[in-house]
């Protein structure tokens, strides 16, 4: 058990809705990524926020937003969402913001847009 | 634009003997390399790392190399087990910046 929850584990919606992740970081931590994996494609980085501040971005598609709430917790949301949207989407938690920090990684969140 | 490279998609090796597991990497501002490990449905977890200023690093059984001249890591497992088995992934950052560029993973199965 990493310390990092993610919710729901499993999502299934229609194209052209909107959906929204949820991630809780390991107590302390005050950096949080979002990743996407979709089929045959590694983890992409979507984007990290740092004790509230967007700090870093990705491959994040205009559709997709994220926050990081006072309490550290983040949401990640999709909206008007395509089939090709599918994936899973982890997020991570690491105490400092750099890279070199360890990133510790939920279990992931299978959206799966029909 | 894939900026690090894992070109084979799994490995088989029997138990006791080594895995090696590559990766290459095209962005020569990469000076932050790690090794993360995933097992079915749960999150990857970070394995070992190497800064740009070594070329080993070594964690038990496990020791990475890096060849800055050839853009290149190897993640070598000595002995491996069958609890090693999982998908292993080779990440890669800039300036020791912050986004994580993950490769696609190696599948490695160890065999009794």
């Known amino acids: 058990d990493s310390g990092v929850t993610q919710t729901p584990k499993h999502l299934i919606t229609a194209t052209g809705q909107r959906v929204t992740l949820r991630c809780s970081p390991r107590?302390?931590?005050?950096?949080v990524y979002w990743y996407q994996q979709s089929l045959d494609q590694g983890l992409q980085f979507l984007i990290q926020?740092?004790?509230?501040?967007?700090?870093a971005k990705g491959n994040i598609l205009e559709r997709f937003s994220a926050q990081q709430f006072p309490d550290l917790h983040s949401e990640l949301n999709l909206s008007s969402l395509e089939l090709g949207d599918s994936a899973l989407y982890f997020c991570a938690s690491s105490v400092g913001g750099s890279a070199t920090y360890e990133q510790y990684f939920g279990p992931g969140t299978r959206l799966t847009v029909t | 634009d894939q900026q690090v490279k894992q070109n084979s998609p799994s490995l088989s090796v029997q138990e006791g003997r080594i895995s090696i597991l590559n990766c290459d990497y095209t962005n020569s501002m990469f000076d932050y390399f790690l090794w993360y490990k995933k097992y079915p449905a749960e999150g990857p977890t970070f394995l070992i790392s190497i800064s740009s200023i070594k070329d080993k690093n070594e964690d038990g059984r496990f020791t990475v190399f890096l060849n800055k001249s050839a853009k290149h890591l190897s993640l070598h497992i000595v002995p491996s087990q069958p609890g090693d088995s999982a998908v292993y992934f080779c990440?890669?950052?800039?300036?020791?910046?912050?986004?994580?560029?993950f490769g696609k993973g190696t599948s490695l199965l160890v065999t009794p």
């Open positions: 107590s302390g931590d005050l950096s």
């Open positions: 990440a890669a950052s800039a300036d020791s910046g912050y986004a994580l560029n």
């Open positions: 926020y740092y004790n509230g501040e967007e700090r």
